[in-house]
Each structure stands twice: as structure tokens, then as C-alpha cells.
């Protein structure tokens, strides 16, 4: 990367595709960031960038670069492997990590704030980005990420239900899971099958809140 691109990175702030770190923090929290940016569109993590788009560095890339190694290998399953160099800018060495969306979604974090390894798949939290903020990932949308990897062709015809989840959409702009079940008179299983499936042939988007997963139509 040149220094003019690493500028106009840095410049335009943490954003659904960048995150700045001022040093390499945890394992945990590094882990969490790069596993959010492959569940969702790819993006950097600049390590040696403050919050407020400060440039200080790093004391040693060689160490920085070992421990990101680490974390992709040890920490997240499946591994990750970004891309990773060191862009001398301001007379500071900034470590530059790019990750691509995966095609192997969800990836999922293997260890917790202990360290302690997490045996159980159901134990191994998703990370997804929204926004300039990696947030856990609700069982819906580990299901959507799962659903994102099937490569069989979605055939959907449009019935009842999904004119009446339309219509709501149109004069509402967003709905949940639960409140689709309501009006369509189905299950909440159904309609987040129904759902998924309309995300999958990029009718509706899926966005993950802390609290509440909502849909809205694309566009």
C-alpha cells in the first residue's frame, strides 16, 4: 500500500471497513475485529492509528506481525489469513491488515477473555461489523452467514406471505423476525426461513443490533 492510500484511510475515520488500533491490545479484542470484518465485507485494521486518526507506530512491527499471526491461526476458527504489511508514514511504522470477506462464513472466536480454549461449537461466539463496531452475532444471523456458503440456486415465488411482508416493509421501512411471524400468521421458525432466504437472493438486508436483529428492503 502506498503512503497516499494508508493517508486517505486514515483520513476518512473508522468506518464499516476500517478499525483503528493504537497497539496491539488482547488477543480477545484483535481476534473479535478481524473476525467481524471476514463475516462481513472485508476491510483494515490498522495497528498504530489512534481513535482520534493519530499516527504513532509501533515500538516493533516484527513482534506486532507475530501476534496478529498468532491470533489468525490459534484464535479463530477457521484460520484466517490476511494480507499484512508495514507502511512507514510520519516517520512511524503503522502495521496495515487487510481482510477479505470469507467465503468460509461464520468464523468464529476459539478462546475467551482467559484465554481458555472453547471446545464447544456453541460456545465460540460469531462477530459481525456494523457500523464502526464488531457486535456478536444473533442466532439469526449466524444462520444467514451459514446460508451466505451454500452455493445451490435460491428459487423463491412470491405468496402471501411475502406480499404482506413487502407491503409492511413499504410502509415501515423495517421489521423483525418476530414481528413477520405476527402478520403472516406462522411460526417464528418459518419466518426467519422465509427471511433468510430473501437475504440470500438480496430482496431484504439483515442488519444486527445488540438488542434487535431487523429487515429492511434493499435499496
Not at 502506498?2 to 493504537?22: D, M, P
Not at 411471524?181 to 433468510?196: K, M, T, W
Not at 437472493?201 to 435499496?219: A, N
Amino acid at each position: 500500500m502506498k503512503r497516499h492510500q494508508l493517508r486517505e484511510i486514515i483520513a476518512g475515520g473508522e468506518s464499516e471497513t476500517v478499525e483503528f488500533k493504537r497497539k496491539f491490545t488482547s488477543e480477545v479484542k484483535i481476534a473479535k475485529e478481524l473476525i467481524a470484518f471476514a463475516n462481513s465485507k472485508g476491510g483494515y485494521l490498522l495497528v498504530g492509528v489512534d481513535d482520534d486518526k493519530t499516527i504513532v507506530g509501533v515500538r516493533s512491527e516484527k513482534e506486532e506481525i507475530s501476534q496478529l499471526e498468532t491470533v489468525c491461526r490459534y484464535c479463530i476458527d477457521p484460520p484466517l489469513v490476511p494480507q499484512m504489511e508495514i507502511v512507514n508514514i510520519e516517520y512511524e511504522d503503522v502495521v496495515v491488515v487487510y481482510v477479505e470477506e470469507s467465503t468460509e462464513k461464520p468464523h468464529r472466536l476459539t478462546v475467551d477473555a482467559n484465554g481458555k480454549y472453547l471446545e464447544k461449537l456453541h460456545e465460540r461466539p460469531v462477530f459481525v461489523r456494523e457500523g464502526a463496531t464488531a457486535l456478536q452475532a444473533s442466532k439469526e444471523v449466524i444462520k444467514v452467514l451459514e446460508a451466505s456458503n451454500d452455493d445451490t440456486e435460491v428459487t423463491l415465488s412470491i405468496g402471501k406471505h411475502e406480499r404482506r411482508l413487502f407491503d409492511y416493509l413499504e410502509a415501515q421501512n423495517k421489521i423483525t423476525a418476530k414481528e413477520f411471524a405476527h402478520i403472516a400468521n406462522i411460526s417464528e421458525r418459518r419466518a426467519i426461513r422465509l427471511l433468510i432466504r430473501l437475504v440470500k437472493i438480496g430482496m431484504i438486508r439483515l442488519y444486527s443490533h445488540e438488542k434487535t436483529d431487523y429487515y429492511t428492503l434493499v435499496g
